[in-house]
């Protein structure tokens, strides 16, 4: 029996795989782009350690991807051969049981498996991480928080996975509203841990939520602390470039999306989220983005029938109208529509129901029916905390939602949305200020409700 960097106990067969799987731990945690490398080394110097197989699945399924669901399958059958050939720890046959829960369409059980393993083993990192990342999902952010509230009292400065958790603490404090101690927890992250992605990524949460703008993009820097992320760089570039944009930086803006947050192509749900919520950004403020809808949309249409997460639907939608195909959006709207009374899934159930009024709210828009776009956005406005993510990337809404009531000439309703959005930022949001001074001196009417969402916020430097 081996222990791993935590000091839990890991049903290994040799020393060989143990730094290989500490590495994976510290890769998984930094969203390091090695992290498949290092488990597949893990895997190679013991092919039948159950741990590794059902840790493989789990990061399977959060790519929320129905193709990969037959090989999280086979991760779980070989963790169970593993298991009934060499005995394993309670505890990791309890993360092969939180595969299986998600596998039948559980995945809150599943998150609540793995966070029970941390009353016993509180440096569990592999259960804290993979739970974190369900909640995110699920938009569970009570829950996210009360776990870390319960674990991170147990790891001193001296671990040396600290900053890592301190990074998913300072994640969980932001998205329930806990700004200042947000701030504190991910800085110190950032000092402990310098590959913690997430942490840095956490401070940006609050940097943007507060309205310090130079602040969020002297503290990204030029991207060599993230360098190392998978995936996960495309989307702090994806903060910088909103960063950029509340500054008026629309060249710069643009540049980033190239060079950046669409540097590699991929169908990704998370990478083509990205690229669908700034680009619509852009939009609203009177941007010209050219082509780059198209291929968004191209690889959207791909992925439309996955059913899978209805956070990627939504985008995957928006996409879609982005580029003018829009009906290939409203398939996606109704298969929500059906989802939110007939999926097997409880937690696809719920969140379907704000998830399809919101995919029938941007059809709305984009059909220039703004009245009934914001009907149908407001509606969805309340739960859409169900659909996951975090609260700047479901804020795309918000906006949809607000430009709905101008160009519907709700202008009183509109106002009252940009003064609370601009309370929750300190007094220092670009959108919402330029958007209350044009409505203050525009008169009443649709014809004026329209040139003052046709008017650019930004300007090209």
């Known amino acids: 029996m081996f222990h791993d960097i935590s000091g839990d106990r890991i049903s290994l067969a040799n020393d060989a795989a143990r730094l290989p799987w500490n590495d994976t731990l510290e890769a998984m945690l930094a969203h390091a782009a090695a992290t498949p490398e290092h488990l597949a080394r893990t895997l190679a110097a013991d092919p039948n350690f159950a741990l590794a197989h059902a840790a ?8 929320a991807r129905p193709e990969l669901v037959g090989a999280a399958r086979e991760c779980l059958a070989l963790a169970r051969r593993c298991i009934a050939d060499r005995p394993i720890t309670a505890r990791e046959e309890s993360v092969a049981d939180a595969l299986s829960l998600w596998l039948t369409n559980h995945p809150r059980q599943a998150a609540q498996r793995l966070e029970a393993l941390l009353i016993e083993h509180p440096h569990d990192v592999l259960a ?12 569970d952010q009570g829950e996210m928080l009360s776990c ?5 009292p147990r790891f001193s400065q001296s671990h040396p996975l600290a900053g890592y958790v301190s990074g998913c603490y300072a994640f969980a404090l932001e998205e329930r509203g806990f700004y200042r101690e947000a ?37 990204l820097g030029d991207g060599a602390n993230w360098s190392h992320a998978n995936n996960f760089r495309f989307h702090i570039a994806w903060h910088l470039a909103l960063f950029r944009l509340e500054r008026g930086e629309t060249a710069e803006v643009l540049r980033l999306y190239d060079a950046g947050i669409r ?34 949309a191209a690889k959207a249409q791909a992925r439309a029938g996955d059913g899978t997460l209805v956070f990627a639907d939504l985008h995957y939608a928006l996409s879609l109208l982005g580029a003018g195909r829009g009906d290939a959006a409203s398939d996606i709207a109704r298969n929500l529509a059906n989802d939110s009374h007939a999926h097997a899934s409880t937690e696809r159930r719920d969140a379907a129901r704000s998830g399809s009024l919101a995919a029938f709210g ?25 659909i996951g993510g975090s609260h700047a990337q479901r804020d795309l809404f918000e906006q949809a939602y607000i430009e709905s009531l101008i160009r519907s000439g709700a202008h009183d309703r509109a106002g009252h949305v940009l ?5 929750r930022r300190g007094g220092h949001n670009l959108y919402a200020s330029r958007r209350l001074a044009r409505l203050s001196t525009s008169s009443a009417g649709l014809t004026a409700a329209l040139a003052i969402a046709a008017t650019p916020l930004a300007t090209a430097h």
């Open 128 to 139: 804290l991480k993979l739970s974190h990342g369900i909640r995110f999902m699920l938009g």
């Open 263 to 296: 540097a590699e192509q991929t169908d990704d749900y998370r990478d083509i989220a990205n690229g669908a919520a700034l680009l619509a950004r852009l939009d609203y403020a009177g941007v010209d983005v050219g082509p780059r809808w198209e291929e968004l």
């Open 183 to 219: 701030e504190d927890a991910g800085r110190r992250a950032v000092e402990l841990a310098p590959r913690d992605a997430w942490g840095r990524h956490a401070v940006a949460h609050v940097l943007e939520m507060t309205g310090r703008v130079d602040e969020g993009v002297a503290w």
């Open 148 to 152: 870390l509230r319960r674990v991170m």
């Open 362 to 386: 941007l059809i709305a828009f984009h059909e220039r029916d703004y009245a009934e776009a914001a009907r149908l956005l407001g509606a969805a406005r309340g739960g859409l905390v169900a």
């Open 419 to 423: 003064r609370e959005r601009l309370a």
């Open 56 to 63: 493989k699945g789990l990061m399977l399924l959060s790519l």
